[in-house]
């Protein structure tokens, strides 16, 4: 393969920067390269950053609840990475990971407690489904692949079982060399202020910004409740996951206001919040931390460098010689634009994010 290089762009900073790579990793990063003897794509000063990760999302085809096509929430999007966030247990991790594989787009999981993953909404409430020697088993036979393991802890996940679930899956974390370990918050049971008692730091709580009674909002005094600062003070590490019922502006606004920032952006995309809403994709849920205040320079921090670092994806996240040939050309169009949350709130824009080229281990792809 000859050299490339992705010529005039620049980064969200605003500086002149062009990219270079081959055999894909980047062979060069630099405000201008020489281009003689290699191929040249110019981007005509539009941004460039590391490819774009979306640590949370479900693209697993063969299952009926929760499900999508790597490729559809992923390069099409501007998306080179996806991390699947525990659709799939123990039982059936092997078949998504040989489906995996003939995706564009790369594409890693997190192997879910439960062995059969979710088949059924309600896969922690059978305890006899979680087995550590066949999540281990699972997460020792595809170490490329499995990074990290998921456990759903709201009530219509657990049945009766309230904090076991996730003190097993403590366990398993602990006998797997602290692999990285995704919570799902919801309704409770379990009370948030018990999942966070267990939760450590480098623990990633996902759909930190929902706007359920049981999540991180007071709703009588609208102030982020003590135990969630204090979670949070401690390193857990605040993912969006934004989903169909997880995300409420409000919730993002008053965190923002009392100091307290996801450190990570995520979709929680599958087929039907696709299509119908209210994610879409993730240029819109960029949207939507942008318009509660978050810089754009931060949220492709959050996009980039912060999943990467979460998911030990060390050669991922940043455009640096040696890591891998992932980037992600985009610019900003001008146009109005509503934004609506996980509960029918709204939002209005007039800056929307999109994604012109999507390069994956060196292969160039439009959209």
């Known amino acids: 393969m000859e050299e490339t290089v992705l010529k005039g762009g620049k980064l969200i900073t605003g500086e002149t920067y062009d990219v270079a790579f081959k055999d894909n990793k980047i062979t060069q990063v630099a405000p201008s390269i020489d281009t003689k003897n290699k191929k040249v794509i110019n981007i005509d000063g539009k941004f460039i950053s590391a490819g774009w990760i979306d640590d949370h999302v479900h693209c697993f085809e063969k299952m009926s609840l929760y499900y999508d096509f790597p490729d559809q929430v992923g390069v099409e999007k501007g998306v080179t990475t996806v991390i699947d966030a525990g659709t799939t247990g123990a039982e059936n991790i092997t078949d998504f990971y040989q489906l995996a594989k003939k995706a564009r787009t790369n594409v890693f999981a997190m192997v879910n407690i439960s062995k059969t993953g979710i088949v059924e909404q309600d896969e922690l409430a059978d305890l006899t489904k979680v087995k550590e020697e066949l ?10 692949f499995i990074v990290g393991i998921k456990a759903r ?25 602290h692999i990285p370990l995704m919570v799902h918050i919801g309704s409770a049971p379990p009370e948030l202020n018990e999942t966070l008692s267990l939760m450590e730091k480098g623990d990633v709580l996902t759909h930190c910004f ?6 991180i909002l007071n709703s009588n005094t609208n102030e982020i409740k003590d135990f969630a600062k204090q979670a949070y003070d401690k390193g857990v590490v605040f993912d969006i996951g934004h989903g169909t019922d997880s995300f409420n502006f409000n919730v993002a606004e008053v965190a923002l206001k009392e100091g307290i920032k996801a450190k990570s952006i995520s979709t929680d995309i599958y087929i039907r919040n696709r299509k119908n809403g209210p994610v879409y994709d993730m240029g819109t849920t960029l949207e939507k931390l942008h318009v509660t205040g978050y810089s754009w320079g931060e949220i492709i921090e959050k996009i980039t460098v912060a999943p990467a670092d979460n998911f030990n994806l060390s050669a991922k996240g940043k455009l640096e010689v040696g890591y891998d040939a992932d980037v ?7 146009g109005e634009k509503e934004l609506t949350d996980s509960n029918g709130f709204t939002r209005n824009t007039n800056e929307q994010i999109q994604p012109f080229k999507t390069v994956i281990g060196g292969q160039v792809y439009d959209n």
Do not use: Y
């Open 135 to 144: 999540v281990t088993k699972a997460i020792q036979g595809l170490p490329e």
């Open 153 to 177: 802890m709201s009530k219509t996940v657990i049945g009766d079982n309230g904090i076991t679930p996730l003190a097993l899956a403590k366990k398993i974390q602990e006998k797997n060399h």
């Open 210 to 215: 929902n706007g359920k009674s049981n999540g």
């Open 328 to 334: 992600t050309v985009f610019d900003f169009i001008s």
